[in-house]
């Protein structure tokens, strides 16, 4: 399994934007349901940073680059953006996941 975040700064003019780019991805994924793949994204406090986190479980086959609306969130990133997106590879030290405990 590969794990990479990714995080970025949008100029404030672009928040938005940005965030309307990624419901579109999310609508997406909803739709097309692309095995193997968790994806979360996250705006920061300040409203302006980014993180997004993917697992994938063919660290050789991002299931997002085969989606139009990422290609189109991707295409235009860089210029909304005050700080470009820096891409990290995470090794996982331990996860959990319940989703009772998030329905309580």
């Not at 300040?46 to 986190?53: I, T």
């Not at 989606?67 to 969130?73: D, G, H, R």
């Amino acid at each position: 399994m590969r794990h990479v975040m990714v995080r970025y700064t949008v100029r404030a003019d672009q928040a938005q934007e940005n965030a309307r780019l990624i419901g579109e991805v999310f609508a997406a994924l909803r739709r097309t349901t692309p095995p193997g793949l968790a994806y979360s994204a996250y705006t920061l406090e300040d409203g302006v940073s980014f993180v997004h986190v993917a697992s994938m479980s063919d660290g050789a086959n991002n299931p997002l680059q085969q989606l139009a609306e990422f290609k189109a969130f991707t295409a235009g990133v860089k210029e909304r953006c005050e700080i470009p997106p820096v891409t990290t590879t995470l090794r996982e030290v331990g996860s959990y996941s319940s989703e009772d405990a998030w329905s309580r």
